[in-house]
């Protein structure tokens, strides 16, 4: 494999881009080797100790690494943010999905500034000193996020100018300006200003009876410049028009004004044409268009008595929190982006001018036209539930196949179906005595929710874990929890101070006098519409053990009393960080012991200081490790004597990788979990997660083969991390067959030849 530079991607971090290398990676087999080599020669294994980084790394006595040991978290984040801009400018995708991505960059980094940088900011108030392990100070992070993110905002809005909207004008899909409309399009554009904007706006004059109005978090607003004076004889020069969230950000022109076509235009357009209109009398000397992003973290005590009633009145807050950045556009004069950085006290390096729309995320670009998207495709229900189905008990038919075997579904290649039916046959099976399970993102419309209330109404014993602090899913969740309590659900908000993250459902069942459990784990949320986009596993079991456990941790939600002795489970924050580092000590035993040693990991993230230094533990005294990390890596592969045994790879493609599986060969005893948490420590201490084992070897040889070496053989849509913290694309070599994991799963489950 060859990787290809960011550059060359459409992305340059502005801190140096390294030329093509070279990367030798191959992904294990399961045949033996001898420890400390990859499966290519002695040859082989030179060369790649040739492109092994040179990182003046130190350990201190006490076993802990230097901060120059690791990456800086935040920075690791974005970096994945710019690997998703790049999915913008990669022509392996279809038209309209490069428009996607560009939204979802614009979305990614919306919320980096809400989240992430505005709590930097926070830090950098109570004082510029590093508190992390990486070592940069607060004031630093700011630099380097401040310098790669404008550059990163211009690339945007390249992509946007000269690559996606002249492609979609070609298609007869356009974003008119002003100037391209004709006669009748204007005419119309004036009639929808007078009947349908106008009614809404509230101009705001900036005098000493109305100072410069609070604006809401990320709202899309125009300044104007005014001459003359208004209906009371005041010189007003100044004035705010806020956008009502309730006006959509694009208008499509009526058919017969376009032919049929799909032409729009902007509602910034609309109000910046008509503006004169809302000041009689005067005349309007400029107009542009503005956006403030602000802290939209919610900052909630541990010793609430209500979290309900305390995240309401957050959620208010959220509207308004402390600013963190402006966007204008760029022909908006330095005088008037000075004022509003003055007005919003924020700096130069605060400010981020865009050629174009303030806010891609509004953008349109869900248009019927199957030629520009992703291929279609059939979730499949796993052929153990359809047999089920087939047969005339279609009441119990889902029971019937928990009970001779365990069920595996790969979203979103499989269908979330079975979820949703377990739950409605639990509803209204008489023989079902209880229901309980854990929701974290679900939505008010989820039939998983109005499952659960008929099943409350039917006389079930229904008892729900709704997590309220899902971050911008708390309105959502509440609303949710008062419905299921309407309908006579037993409705808790787990723990104060931990957030109930694991994804868990119990079903108790009353047969021949005896009560079974039934359960399913997952890896991601009870959300039919996240299962469409993100890869996630669960598993549907009657596994007495594993049933007990998932019963003994709602004890523990609902109740109080000791952590719970699992038998099968790995639990945070009681267990699960502890028995990942002894299962790395133990492929680091296996090593020392001159025995094979290998670990692959997928997650979505890896910060945590320990698990990463017993990971450089380990590929010190040989364990080979191969990391498969969506976003966040704190650690750094490839660096001579630090981690020359670990590999990182990324894949960014359809689908959200969401799937979290560890693997453990332990000298052919081999361990596979799949589980709910990152290894991160907001997930292995401050969440309720659950980690739950691959016992079925069909199941075991299904996730080993499609989740882990199927992502490590991809060399289309991978990136490879170096040990600076550069990210570079994977290339097929020469001679080598491109190979795609997310389009390979579509092949082999759902039948789908997608184009690589």
């Known amino acids: 494999m060859t990787t290809a530079s960011n550059e060359t991607a459409g992305i340059n971090n502005g801190r140096g881009i390294k030329e093509n290398s070279e990367i030798n990676e191959a992904a294990d087999t399961g045949k033996n080797t001898d420890v400390g080599k990859n499966t290519n020669d002695e040859a082989q294994t030179e060369s790649n100790n040739e492109n092994l980084t040179q990182v003046a790394w130190q350990r201190s006595e006490d076993g802990s690494y230097s901060p120059s040991s690791y990456i800086n978290r935040d920075l690791s984040l974005l970096q994945f943010h710019l690997r998703v801009l790049a999915q913008a400018a990669s022509p392996r995708h279809p038209l309209l999905e490069r428009l996607f991505f560009l939204m979802i960059f614009s979305s990614n980094i919306d919320e980096f500034f809400e989240i992430r940088v505005a709590g930097i900011m926070q830090k950098l108030n109570i004082g510029d000193v590093s508190t992390s392990a990486h070592g940069m100070r607060p004031s630093e992070v700011l630099n380097e996020i401040s310098a790669i993110t404008h550059h990163a905002i211009d690339e945007q809005y390249r992509i946007l100018n000269e690559d996606i909207l002249p492609a979609l004008a070609?298609?007869?899909?356009?974003?008119?300006?002003?100037?391209?409309?004709?006669?009748?399009?204007?005419?119309?554009?004036?009639?929808?200003?007078?009947?349908?904007?106008?009614?809404?706006?509230?101009?705001?004059?900036?005098?000493?009876?109305?100072?410069?109005?609070?604006?809401?978090?990320?709202?899309?607003?125009?300044?104007?410049?005014?001459?003359?004076?208004d209906a009371f004889g005041r010189d007003i020069n100044l004035a705010i028009v806020p956008a009502p969230r309730s006006l959509p950000r694009v208008i499509r022109l009526?058919?017969?004004?376009?032919?049929?076509?799909?032409?729009?235009?902007?509602?910034?357009?609309?109000?910046?044409?008509?503006?004169?209109?809302?000041?009689?009398?005067?005349?309007?000397?400029?107009?542009?268009?503005?956006?403030?992003?602000?802290?939209?973290?919610?900052?909630?005590?541990?010793?609430?008595?209500?979290?309900?009633?305390?995240?309401?009145?957050?959620?208010?807050?959220?509207?308004?929190?402390?600013?963190?950045?402006?966007?204008?556009?760029?022909?908006?004069?330095?005088?008037?982006?000075?004022?509003l950085l003055d007005e919003f006290d924020l700096h130069d390096n605060q400010l981020y001018r865009v050629n174009g729309p303030v806010n891609l995320t509004r953008l349109l670009f869900d248009f019927n036209i199957p030629a520009l998207r992703y291929e279609p495709f059939t979730h499949v229900v796993p052929k153990e539930f359809r047999r089920e189905m087939d047969k005339l008990d279609k009441a119990t038919s889902m029971f019937a196949a928990m009970r001779k075997s365990d069920v595996l579904v790969h979203h979103p290649f499989h269908a979330f179906s079975p979820i949703i039916n377990l739950l409605w046959q639990a509803a209204s099976d008489p023989k079902v005595l209880a229901i309980k399970q854990t929701l974290y993102r679900s939505g008010t419309n989820s039939e998983i929710v109005k499952a659960l209330a008929a099943a409350a109404r039917n006389g079930k014993e229904v008892t729900a874990v709704i997590e309220l602090r899902a971050r911008f899913d708390e309105a959502s969740n509440?609303?949710?929890?008062?419905?299921?309590?309407?309908?006579?659900?037993?409705?808790?908000?787990?723990?104060?101070?931990?957030?109930?993250?694991a994804k868990l459902m119990l079903i108790v069942r009353r047969e021949d006098d005896r009560i079974r459990r039934y359960v399913h784990l997952g890896t991601g949320n009870y959300h039919a519409g996240n299962a469409k986009v993100y890869t996630d596993y669960g598993l549907f079991s009657a596994d007495p053990d594993i049933s007990e456990d998932v019963h003994n941790i709602f004890q523990e939600l609902t109740g109080m009393g000791k952590p719970a002795n699992l038998k099968k489970l790995l639990h945070a924050p009681f267990t699960l960080h502890d028995k990942l580092m002894s299962f790395i000590d133990d492929e680091i035993a296996h090593a020392k012991a001159g025995k094979r040693a290998h670990i692959i990991i997928k997650v979505n993230a890896l910060t945590e200081r320990k698990l990463i230094g017993k990971l450089y533990d380990a590929s010190q005294a040989g364990v080979k490790i191969e990391l498969i990390l969506r976003s966040m890596c704190c650690l750094r592969p490839q660096v001579k004597g630090l981690s020359e045994n670990i590999t990182v790879r990324s894949v960014i493609g359809r689908f959200l990788e969401h799937t979290r599986v560890y693997y453990f060969y332990n000298n052919g005893a081999e361990r596979l979990y799949c589980g709910s948490a990152d290894w991160m420590d907001r997930n292995l201490f401050h969440r309720v997660e659950v980690a739950f084992p691959i016992g079925n070897k069909k199941l075991f040889k299904q996730v080993y083969q499609d989740g882990l070496i199927n992502y490590l053989k991809d060399n289309t849509q991978a990136w490879s991390l170096d040990g600076n913290g550069i990210w570079q694309q994977i290339e097929p070599a020469a001679g080598e067959p491109p190979h795609t994991a997310q389009a390979h799963l579509l092949k082999v489950i759902n039948g789908v030849e997608e184009p690589v």
């Not at 004169?276 to 542009?288: A, E, R």
Request: proline content about 5%; some cysteine.
């Open 170 to 229: 070609l298609e007869d899909i356009r974003y008119l300006k002003r100037d391209e409309l004709n006669a009748e399009q204007s005419a119309w554009m004036k009639r929808y200003f007078t009947e349908q904007v106008s009614p809404v706006l509230t101009p705001i004059s900036i005098d000493p009876a109305h100072p410069f109005p609070r604006l809401v978090n990320k709202s899309l607003n125009f300044i104007a410049t005014l001459e003359g004076k």
């Open 254 to 339: 009526p058919d017969e004004l376009t032919g049929g076509k799909e032409h729009h235009v902007m509602l910034s357009a609309i109000i910046h044409e008509h503006i004169g209109d809302l000041f009689p009398g005067m005349s309007v000397t400029g107009c542009h268009q503005f956006r403030l992003t602000r802290n939209a973290d919610l900052d909630l005590a541990d010793d609430v008595e209500d979290i309900a009633k305390a995240l309401e009145g957050e959620l208010e807050n959220r509207r308004f929190g402390d600013k963190v950045r402006l966007e204008v556009t760029t022909d908006c004069p330095i005088h008037i982006s000075d004022y």
């Open 478 to 501: 509440i609303a949710v929890a008062n419905y299921l309590q309407e309908a006579g659900a037993v409705v808790v908000y787990g723990i104060v101070g931990y957030k109930t993250h």
